[in-house]
């Protein structure tokens, strides 16, 4: 089964160096969109009201193969 490596960017890019053994690239590009969300969860609170974390998929020789990044944007309506 084929690895890929899931590199994060959140203000400054942390390369994974383990990786996942996933079927192929579709199974990796939903792990990455299952991942994405529950990483945020502690990060957006500790940001203020805006942050965005991405996700760089890559395959067994490092190619990038699906990237996504997820935003929050929080807007203070009354004063």
Known sequence: MPRFFFDI???EWSRD????????VE??????????????VDQV???GDRHAITVLVTDEERYPV????????GLVLKG
């Open 9 to 11: 960017h959140d203000g």
């Open 17 to 24: 160096a383990e990786g996942v053994e996933c079927a192929d």
């Open 27 to 40: 199974a990796a590009c939903h792990e990455a969109k299952r991942v994405l969300p529950g990483m945020a």
């Open 45 to 47: 609170p500790q940001d």
């Open 66 to 73: 699906y990237t996504a990044t997820l935003s929050f944007a």
